[in-house]
């Protein structure tokens, strides 16, 4: 991502477990200290990654974010990055009766520019070429994405994504798309493509393809 990243994730310990199915990453409030230095802003955090070990068809992890897990570029700054809110992406996939879905979240402005990533699922970078609308506005490259990658998402399996987004995204013309991709299978680029708005918070939306619905809660 460009300037900002993760500060880093830790295993969970004591939260309970969602049902079986549903993939849960939740972010830890980010330190006070980082909010009340801008600079930091602008400066790369090298992520690093703890997994509890777990056989069964979930993931739980617990992420720490520097202040939004999204970085907007230069689009929107340091102040404006200070004001943020937690908000809660869940992503349900139809029964296709194919492999994991590769999935990439990312923004782009009113103008239809790419403005940064939020998640992508999927651990092989070498099918990240088949999310071809985030790597048309990414270029690709992994750097942006460093720390905020994981599982491929199951058919009829459920992602829930919670990360610190900046209030600037939201009533301000920025939509979130969802690219989908299954091996043997066509791609689906812009499988969702949702405006944020405060209005549409809670609000499902019924995929092309691949994504049986899309909501996002604050």
Known sequence: MDGLGLAGLTPLSETPRPARGVCVWRPIQADRKLKEIPAALQE???PALQLRPDDRPLLETTMK???VALVISTALTAPELAAARPVTLTTTLNTYGGDGAYLALYVTDAAGAYKGTLWIAGGKS???SHLSGWERGSGGNLAQISGITGASVGAGRTLKVTLDLADALFDAGYKLHIDAAVEDMRDSPS????????????QPVKGRNYIRSFTYGM
């Open 44 to 46: 790369r955090v090298s």
């Open 65 to 67: 974010s520097l202040l």
């Open 126 to 128: 070498k099918y990240y």
């Open 191 to 202: 499988d969702v493509v949702v405006p944020l708005t405060s209005a549409g918070a809670g």
